[in-house]
DNA sequence: ACCTATTGAGCAATATAGTGCACAAAGAAA
DNA sequence: TTTCTTTGTGCACTATATTGCTCAATAGGT
């Protein structure tokens, strides 16, 4: 009549995955999190081991306590892949045409797709991002200094980069003609 | 002792437009995702009622018949604004510095950054992509034509231009040099 | 060794999700 | 009108999520 409880929705997993991450990350034990969220600890172990089948409420609740979104809770938790590709992904009929995918990111809300353009002696040094996000720069004409902490990387004309925005960083122009570049922004 | 369920998560409302949202979408009546995602229909009422606290594997069911991601259904449903927004939003201190926000895209699931560059007389038809997919071209040099439909675009180097991509498209370079150009592609 | 914090698990009680049935209201098409 | 489809609701029943209580096992720190 009823299932045996295979349990074949994924998406307890990754739940199980997540909280125990996020709870982690947060530096709560349970019985902190069964206190701040309202769910009994007895409750958080089931949905840690993944042997309950939480309801939406009840995971918001958790959600809310771990200060986290609720589609956090039920993403794969592994499927975040920013990483670089750079490959040659196409190439067409006559010589020197090309397509390159730059980089491909697993995107949980945003992303934004900014152009610039820098003149020489110029800098800009934004407030730091949340966590999380991430920016990928391409460079298009001229060369583009960008300082992460106290690293100081150039990016040349056609060259891309990627790097994890929450540290401290700016852009920086110590050429002798504007730089313009694409930034996307990421999270 | 317990709660008057004030039902304060916002997930819950959610659910329950995006589930009648998308079983209409589908041209299911409710009795016929009862049968197809063997949740019974008294339940789906109660869901797109917003009166009952869903659980996941249940929820989980329901996604599968409609064919979507779980994510689908307790995400915002109109919070997704693919919108042109252009907009100068932070100028240097010597002239001619600047950053232009081109779009900002509220993604779901990925992102990919891809450089291009098509020789003249060179083109490019690719499969169109899945409902939702949306593409941000920039040309930087050169001047791309790009074919939506029976509809042809002209982007010079500088200029923006964004669509939804999973209708037939195909990119042109009708020019007489090559033409360069940044391509982000969202869902 | 001891003490303490943390986690896992068993169990009984309770709250509620989920089912199946019956029936009514509304709308569309004959 | 009559028929059919779709949707909302009340109710009793079952399945299970959720709780609060136990106790055991593990890991650190003193």
Request: charge should be negative; aromatic fraction near 6%; include cysteine.
């Amino acid at each position: 009549m009823h299932k045996e409880n295979p349990q074949r929705a994924s998406v307890l997993q990754h739940v199980s995955q997540n909280v125990r991450r996020l709870r982690h990350a947060a530096d709560l034990s349970q019985t902190a999190l069964s206190e701040k969220s309202g769910v009994s600890r007895r409750m958080l172990v089931a949905i840690e081991a993944g042997e309950k089948n939480v309801s939406l409420s009840t995971l918001d609740r958790v959600a809310e306590a771990l200060d986290v979104a609720f589609s956090d809770l039920i993403q794969a938790p592994d499927v975040r892949d920013h990483s670089r590709i750079n490959e040659l992904a196409w190439a067409g009929e006559i010589v020197g045409s090309k397509a390159v995918l730059l980089a491909k990111a697993t995107a949980r809300r945003e992303v934004e797709l900014w152009e610039w353009r820098l003149e020489p002696g110029d800098r800009y040094c934004p407030d730091p991002d949340l966590e999380g996000w991430s920016e990928q720069l391409f460079v298009f004409e001229g060369s583009l200094t960008l300082v992460i902490g106290d690293q100081e990387t150039v990016i040349e004309a056609g060259e891309f980069f990627m790097f994890a925005s929450h540290q401290p960083h700016a852009y920086r122009n110590d050429g002798s003609a504007a730089v313009r570049f694409v930034r996307n922004v990421v999270i």
